[in-house]
């Protein structure tokens, strides 16, 4: 059976040109997190997930916090 061993070798930044250089890093750009309001306690929380600071989720509890 035929393998394909590719090595990726480091290239001398001259042999990379300007052009080639930004298309790849194009891609590499961070994104900031999407945010949602909790409709419970109006924090900031990621979508989809339980909200870290009043543990609710969908209407209800489902992660018990204690009230400092
Ligand atoms: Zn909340």
Redesign the pocket.
Known sequence: MMTLNIQLFAVPFRKVSKTRKRMRRSHNAIVAPSMVK?P??G?A?KPHRV?P??G?YKGKEVVSKKEA
Do not use: D, S
């Open positions: 909790c419970n306690c924090e929380i909200c600071k009043c609710y």
